[in-house]
């Protein structure tokens, strides 16, 4: 079922393996979302882990959100809260290497497991990725998007609406779930790609389940699928 998200985001209904994407027009609606995002994982005892927007430094980012969270200089002091550059995250050499950042969230999200937490929740600010990157990204971002599935992980990716930014659709194409601001009220939408796969997950549960055998022919008779039963 498709998270309901008010006017002042609340994120405390997203539940684990959950990968959103975030649009945002300017930094303040980006730090609507992220100040409850991060709120919510800090007080559920999570590991939170985010990486800025190159525009803010990590002090900045810190500061943005000690309003919110008056106690961030506990959290970051412990461990718990940890900020980086994105271009950091992301980049090594000016080159961006999927295969790379998929394993270092692995490896995050391993430590914060054996450090006690409860699971890990990221947010991950794109606004260094250009036209040219895309397409490396995209396989990425479809690969992250089948390795949170049944992860303790919340993932939240924010790309800024901006004239020349990559494509809003494709984005979201990647992604469970899309939130953006309309008409002043956050909405977050399930994407289709993510429903036709949730379909075919609980298809395929019922198939191989059933206690009834099941065999699925073509026009020619031949067997296409044949369940466990069979």
């Not at 991060?38 to 882990?49: A, S």
């Not at 924010?158 to 956050?186: D, M, N, T």
Request: glycine share 6%; proline share 5%; hydrophobic share 40%.
């Amino acid at each position: 079922m498709t998270p309901s998200v008010p006017p002042a985001v609340d994120f405390g209904e997203l539940g684990w393996g959950t990968h959103l994407c975030h649009f945002y027009a300017t930094p303040q609606d980006l730090l609507d979302s992220l100040a409850p995002f991060f709120r919510d994982g800090l007080e559920k005892h999570e590991y939170c882990l985010w990486a800025v927007s190159p525009s803010l430094t990590t002090e900045q980012a810190a500061e943005a959100l000690r309003s919110s969270i008056p106690d961030i200089d506990r959290h970051l002091r412990e461990g718990a809260l940890e900020i980086i550059a994105s271009t950091e995250w992301y980049l090594q050499d000016g080159r961006f290497d999927g295969v790379r950042v998929l394993q270092s969230w692995q490896d995050k999200l391993e430590a914060a497991l054996a450090r006690g937490f409860s699971g890990m929740r990221i947010n991950g600010n794109e606004d260094w990725l250009n036209d040219d990157l895309w397409p490396d990204f995209a396989a990425y971002e479809r690969a992250l998007n089948e390795w949170v599935r049944g992860r303790p992980l919340i993932v939240v990716c924010s790309y800024p609406l901006r004239e020349g930014a990559i494509q809003v659709l494709e984005v979201a194409k990647a992604h469970q779930f899309a939130l953006a601001k309309r008409l002043g009220q956050w909405e977050l939408l399930e994407t289709p790609e993510f429903r036709a796969a949730e379909e075919h997950a609980r298809y395929r549960e019922l198939f191989e389940t059933s206690h009834d055998v099941i065999v699925l022919l073509d026009a020619h008779g031949r067997i296409l699928d044949i369940n466990r039963r069979a």
